[in-house]
């Protein structure tokens, strides 16, 4: 079995009297150690995969493996637990703490956590070891970004999921922090999901998934995937 | 385009409940807090003044310290403007209510018109069951709820003087029968104002006819003023409107006071001549009586010695007596020893005699015995002879017989024969009758017969004969020799015969001789019986007569002794004397005293002319009032601030949100007053509605449950009227209204002022900053993670920093001066009662008791066995003045500061100082002190119950909180007064047994002799605290307020930050933070918040709590300062309660949080 494994997942949302299917019966699988890309058009259900996966949201039907686990059979309690010990979440706004310095946000994170990465490190790693103690309003929007990559990682999960973490950076920062979640993909091993509608991205992932319309278009799999740098857009 | 704005104005109240709720709340309890108490006031008053109009309440008391005449009250009708006038009587006198002596003040009623419309039917009587009295002897009384065991009609009420005046000079009739109960407007409050007799406090009042008093002058005259009615007698334009008529009242009370002055002078002096008359006559008379007394007592002592030198004389005298006695019983026992000597020789001589005597009668005996037996023999040879003699006799005789008979029977046969023959010849005869014949013949057979019978006989006698004859031939011879035969022994036997006697004569000789030495010796023994017997009697004689003499003389001796104590008992009972004496003398000096002390006051003859300002109830009722009305003062603002602040907050918040919206509309081109109209509306229509509903509650609900609980105090109407405070109501709107739409308006300025642009793109959140605190690294470091995020985000806004711990300062404040002021009429209660009066009970002495007998009372009480101990002092009323000001005190007079101090405890109240009483100065209590701003060393004018005014310097000033005392020392008092204060009460203490329960001790203590009243300290603490109950209501009033405050501060803060940081929550949950971590993320904030706000609030509370007790205050009660610490935790208990449940409340928006929606808006 494949480290993380989707089945037949639909996900319906009920708007009243209006039912929309977000997603009508996805299935793929990614193993441990891949950098995946998820592309697709606004409303394809891209989001909705990464809401699913990340613990942060139900599926109407179908099954999904994480690590061997039943995430898609979880409760609430359960799904937080989850989301606390196994998934790293980095967002398009970054979601920092505005009153928390960059260094207590990568905190707020690794204190409810079983296995921490220490901290300064984690920083260090992501390359604001010179600005750790400042607030995240007196950091540029890149550097917000790797602080939130920095609390994902730090919590040492087995999964980073990422929901267009360049949407919001000019190209040049945009392709450092897609840098970083590359640079930890091959150097940690860890799994790396990132999800962009910008298909130039598509080349730098191991596997490459396609959605449209609530379906999956089709998966492709680059034997030998591009470095970041090489890619331009 | 205006609707529009309207419409998106109504939706967003729509979309944000919770936020319009938050202002609209905390303008209501605001609104209803300000209109609410300041309300309170003016509608006590206007009910107040309702009851009085409708009873028609006095607006003028006119009095004299002479009276009124029936030429004042004339003087006073013809003033213009007086509606009614009624001339009136009252007096205070005592009664004993359910066995408790009470002062009753007794007023008149005219009960010639009571009709409700009568204009001179003044201060009207409120009749609650029963009627009006309608003629002599009745009485309506009060109806009194607060007592055990209230007066009820058909009882009866017999009244009596309390002072020396006898009653019948105030009353003609002194026993009334209770026909109805009532209230009256005159009579607030349950305290009726002080009295100068009994206990010093008015207990009772009640109304009896005019015609039952019996004094020349009324005591005082009612008026009212024509059109005062239509004033609030509370308002100034009341007193305005009757100004000129108290001047008219009170220049004629001069002019008519003057008159009367000369007659009373000429009393009083009249009186003091009395006085000095009866006080040097009982001096005299004392001195007479005193030295009659003791010439008494020597007498008696001199014939007491008398009579010990008697019974010792006698005593001596039967002593010598008994002795010759003795010696004459000594005499008769040598003489007896003689005689027995005597006697005993005597018996020796008898008996030698006697021997030989009796040897001689032994021979004679003899002899006789021989002599006796030959006189037998003889006799027995005589008596044989005699038989032979006398058979020959026999015969003899017998043969004479015989023979005599033959020889008369022959003879009669003779007669016979002759008799025949002539029968035989006259038979012959023929002439014979036949009868005759035949007697004859019969006569012849008879003799014939008769003649053969003799014939028979002659042969028997025959027969014998010679039968005798054959026997006896010799017969004549043998008969005489028997004959001489017995003559011969006849002789013999008297020769013996005459032997005998002659012995026999003998022994009776020896006999005779024997019986007479006998009798010698009988006599002798005689004689000795008798001296024995004689020394036997002077034995006994001698006995009997000094058991007697002894009995007598143990009754002279005690009859001796009995005297003696007589003399003892009179010698007591004559020092006795000479102290009551003595204190009758000083008694009357004092009266002398006090005498001329009136005389020296007559000079301030006057009238008093009282309008309502003197009226105790009224002032009494308006303190109350003002009471209210000064928290009033304190609380509102508060309240509004809060108000201001939760304003602030939530608008900020809101135009925060719709910073792009704002933008749009000015990019779209409309004014920014016409946006700022959105904002400024919202929070007008919150604060509209919110006024609305705070004075539903305030202006109704307020008023009711205080002027409630004030009734509890007061007898006014229960059924409340309420009087439109219109200005207050519109004052309290307007001031919600505009303060809430400056708040909002400021908090949209900042907003306004941007140029649409920067306003459409999200508002850079707020810099984060390091905070003072984590310059101090050894306490940061040291924090949670959590509670520096905590600490950071608390200081991240400061006015919701400002608003909560204010809010929540508020509410911890006041349910601190909540408790606070139950703590501290408790701590009145506890410490007057406990710490302060350490005594539980007051005894008042019957007056008429003398000191010894004082003392004996106190001696028996403090035997009883429910008494631990007893302390005589002096107690009275009396007025103490300093600077103008004056108060009503008691006064306390000891003899001796030591044991005093187990029964009050003076001290001062900050340092604890005890306090002791020196000889010339006086210590009064704290409260009076302050009031009157009278420090030590101040010299104050104290009035004493005679009315004697004299100056004392204040020597200390001790801790007190119930009534104002006095504490001198009785030599103080003399000094001062130069009459003695006479001790009239005696304090005891229970044991600790019956500490709480006083039903066994006053039993006890009660059925004393010269007891008057005794009162336990028991009753008045329970009276005081069911008093004070009332002010639960407040306290109530107060926590409900609190949590009201608390309850918005808190909603609108949790609000306000949960919708600001929903995204931050989502990244919490996203991180996964599960419920309780993201809620204490959230919530540590608020319960650091409520606490700091808590601690604030205790300082705070402290601060109100003061204020309020010095602006509640009532004149004769000091409350305590202080609160208990439990109060302090209790109030911050209470706030974290209040914390915690909004917290609850919240807890499910925070839950519904949307995560991944808010982490994808943006900003």
Redesign the interface.
């Known amino acids: 079995m494949s480290f993380i494994e989707f089945q037949n997942v639909k996900k319906i949302y009920k708007m009243g009297e209006v039912e929309i299917e977000a997603l009508s019966g996805v299935d793929f699988t990614i193993e441990k150690g891949e950098f995946v890309v998820i592309a697709g058009q606004s409303g394809a259900g891209k989001s909705t995969i990464l809401n699913i996966l990340g613990g942060m949201d139900n599926c109407t039907s179908g099954n999904i493996f994480v690590d061997g686990v039943e995430v898609s059979k979880m409760d609430a309690k359960e799904l937080c637990i989850y989301r606390r010990y196994d998934i790293g979440f980095v967002f398009q706004f970054y979601n920092l703490v505005q009153n928390l310095t960059a260094k207590e946000n990568v905190e707020l994170a690794t204190q409810i956590c079983k296995n921490p990465l220490n901290i300064d490190e984690t920083i260090e790693a992501v390359g604001l070891k010179e600005r750790k103690n400042n607030f995240p309003s007196q950091l540029s929007g890149g550097e917000q970004q790797r602080v939130a990559i920095a609390r994902a990682l730090a919590k040492n999960p087995k999964l980073l999921l990422c929901d267009e973490p360049t949407g919001a950076l000019d190209y040049q920062t945009g392709k450092q922090v897609l840098k970083l979640l590359q640079d930890t993909c091959r150097e940690r091993k860890m799994t790396v999901v990132v999800i962009t509608h910008n298909l130039a991205l598509c080349p730098m992932g191991d596997k490459v998934i396609h959605v449209k319309s609530g379906k999956i278009a089709n998966i492709e799999i680059n034997e030998h995937p591009k470095d970041i740098e090489s890619i331009e857009w | 385009m205006k609707s529009m704005l309207f419409k998106n104005a109504i939706k967003t109240i729509g979309k944000t409940k919770g936020r319009f709720f938050s202002i609209l709340a905390i303008v209501a309890v605001g609104v209803a807090f300000f209109s609410g108490v300041l309300a309170s006031a003016p509608n006590m008053k206007y009910n107040a003044d309702l009851y009085f109009d409708e009873y028609n309440l006095m607006d003028y008391q006119i009095m004299s310290n002479f009276g009124l005449t029936d030429e004042d009250i004339q003087s006073l009708e013809k003033i213009d403007g007086i509606e009614g006038i009624m001339p009136a009587y009252s007096a205070d006198v005592l009664a004993n209510i359910n066995d408790k002596e009470s002062v009753i003040k007794v007023h008149s009623l005219d009960i010639d018109d009571t009709s409700l419309q009568n204009k001179n039917y003044i201060n009207q009587i409120v009749v609650e069951e029963g009627r009006l009295p309608t003629k002599s002897g009745e009485c309506i009384v009060e109806q009194s709820l607060m007592v055990e065991d209230p007066i009820e009609i058909g009882d009866t009420i017999t009244i009596r003087s309390g002072t020396d005046d006898d009653i019948n000079d105030t009353f003609n009739t002194t026993s009334f029968k209770v026909v109805g109960l009532m209230h009256s407007p005159y009579y607030l409050s349950y305290q009726k104002g002080s009295s100068n007799i009994g206990g010093g406090t008015v207990n009772y009042y009640m109304y009896v006819p005019s015609e039952d008093f019996a004094l020349d002058v009324y005591t005082e005259a009612y008026l009212t003023v024509e059109g005062a009615k239509k004033y609030n007698s509370y308002s100034q334009s009341y007193f305005d409107y009757i100004e000129d008529i108290t001047n008219e009242l009170e220049n004629l009370g001069i002019e008519r006071s003057e008159i009367r002055r000369a007659d009373i002078l000429d009393e009083a002096q009249t009186e003091l001549d009395k006085y000095q008359k009866e006080y040097e006559e009982g001096l005299q008379t004392y001195n007479e009586e005193i030295s009659n007394a003791e010439k008494q007592i020597e007498d008696g002592k001199l014939e007491l010695l008398e009579g010990r030198l008697t019974l010792q004389s006698k005593k001596d005298l039967a002593e010598s007596q008994f002795a010759s006695a003795q010696i004459q019983i000594e005499t008769n026992k040598q003489q007896l020893a003689m005689i027995s000597e005597e006697l005993a020789k005597v018996r020796a001589e008898y008996d030698s005699q006697n021997a030989q005597m009796i040897a001689q009668k032994e021979e004679a005996q003899k002899q006789l015995d021989e002599a006796s037996k030959q006189e037998e023999t003889a006799q027995q040879a005589y008596d044989a002879q005699n038989v032979i003699y006398t058979e020959y006799q026999t015969a003899s005789d017998n043969l004479n017989a015989y023979e005599t008979e033959n020889t008369i029977l022959e003879a009669d046969n003779t007669i016979q024969q002759s008799l025949i023959d002539t029968n035989n010849k006259l038979l012959e005869d023929p002439n014979l009758t036949e009868e005759n014949r035949a007697q004859l013949e019969k006569q012849i057979v008879d003799a014939n017969n008769k003649i053969s019978e003799n014939n028979t006989k002659i042969n028997e006698n025959n027969v014998k004969i010679e039968e005798i004859n054959a026997k006896y031939p010799n017969l004549n011879e043998d008969l005489t020799n028997a004959s001489i035969e017995l003559a011969r022994c006849e002789t013999e036997l008297q020769a013996y015969q005459a032997q005998v006697s002659l012995l026999e004569q003998t022994i009776a000789g020896i006999d005779e001789g024997l019986d007479a030495s006998k009798q010698v010796l009988d006599e002798l023994q005689q004689k000795v019986d008798s001296y024995n017997q004689q020394i036997v009697d002077g034995e006994n004689q001698l006995a009997t007569q000094k058991a007697q003499a002894e009995v007598e003389f143990a009754k002279a001796q005690k009859e001796l002794e009995n005297a003696t104590y007589t003399l003892a008992q009179g010698e007591i009972e004559l020092e006795k004397q000479k102290q009551e004496g003595q204190e009758k003398l000083d008694d009357a000096y004092d009266e002398l005293v006090k005498a001329q002390d009136q005389i020296d006051q007559i000079g301030e003859a006057r009238w008093y002319v009282l309008d309502r300002h003197s009226h105790y109830s009224y002032v009494d009722y308006e303190g109350a009032s003002d009471r209210i009305e000064a928290i009033a003062k304190v609380f509102p603002v508060f309240f509004y601030f809060v108000a201001a602040l939760v304003c602030l907050t939530t608008m900020t918040r809101m135009v925060d949100e719709e910073r792009s919206e704002i933008g749009t509309l000015k990019a779209l081109g409309y004014s920014n007053g016409k946006i700022a109209f959105k904002y400024v509306f919202y929070a007008a229509i919150a604060s509209v509605i919110g006024s609305i509903l705070g004075l539903l509650v305030g202006v109704f609900a307020f008023p009711y449950i205080i002027y409630t609980a004030w009734n509890m105090m007061y007898l006014l109407p229960s059924q409340m009227h309420f009087e439109m405070q219109w200005d207050i109501m519109i004052t309290a709107t307007i001031l919600s209204v505009l303060i809430t739409t400056i708040a909002s308006f400021s908090s949209c300025y900042k907003s306004l002022v941007e140029v649409p642009s920067e306003l459409m793109r999200p508002k850079?959140?707020?810099?984060?900053?390091k905070i003072l605190l984590e310059r101090i690294t050894f306490i940061w470091k040291r924090l949670s993670?959590?509670s520096?995020?905590t600490c950071?985000?608390i200081f991240?806004y400061k006015k919701r920093f400002i608003m909560t711990v204010v809010g929540i300062s508020g509410c911890t404040a006041l349910i601190v001066a909540g408790f606070g002021i139950k703590d501290s009429i408790n701590t009145i209660v506890d410490k007057q009662f406990g710490e302060i009066f350490k005594y539980n009970g007051v005894v008042t002495i019957d007056d008429s008791l003398s000191n010894s007998q004082k003392d004996e009372l106190v001696l028996e009480i403090e035997n009883s066995s429910s008494i631990s101990d007893a302390f005589l002092t002096y107690t009275a009323n009396g007025t103490l003045t300093f600077d103008g000001e004056s108060r009503d005190v008691t006064i306390t007079v000891i003899d001796d500061n030591e044991t005093f101090k187990d029964f009050i405890d003076l001290h001062e109240r900050k340092t604890n100082k005890p306090l002791a009483l020196s000889t010339n100065g006086i210590i009064i209590t704290e409260r009076m002190a302050n009031a009157l701003n009278i420090g030590i060393g101040d010299v104050i004018s104290l009035e004493n119950v005679d009315g004697m005014a004299r100056d004392f310097t204040v020597d200390g000033i001790c801790e007190n909180y119930v009534n104002h005392y006095v504490f001198m020392t009785s030599a103080t008092f003399k000094n001062t007064y130069d009459i003695r204060a006479v001790n009239n009460s005696i304090l005891l203490k229970v044991i600790d047994e019956y500490q709480n329960d006083d039903s066994v001790p006053a039993k006890q203590i009660s059925q004393l002799n010269g007891v008057e009243t005794l009162t336990f300290n028991t009753s008045i603490r329970t009276n005081f605290e069911d008093m004070i109950k009332s002010l639960d209501y407040i306290v109530v009033v107060l926590i409900i307020s609190a949590g009201a405050l608390a309850f918005v501060v808190l909603y609108n803060l949790t609000n306000v930050n949960i919708s600001e940081r929903t995204?931050?929550i989502?990244?919490?949950?996203?991180?996964?933070?599960?419920?309780k971590?993201v809620n204490h993320y959230i919530y540590n904030e608020n319960i650091l918040l409520t606490l700091i706000g808590s601690i604030v609030g205790l300082g705070l509370g402290k601060l109100l709590h003061l204020t309020i007790m010095v602006v509640v205050e009532l004149d004769y009660i000091m409350f305590g300062r202080i609160i208990n610490n439990i109060s302090y935790v209790y109030a911050v208990i209470i706030t974290l309660v209040f914390a915690f449940i909004v917290n609850q409340v919240m807890k499910k928006k925070l839950r519904n949080i949307p995560?991944?929606e808010s982490?994808?808006s943006?900003e």
């Open positions: 850079a959140p707020k810099v984060g900053k993670f959590t520096k995020v950071r985000n991240r995204r931050e989502a990244t919490l949950m996203v991180l996964g933070f599960n419920n971590e995560m991944v982490l994808k943006v």
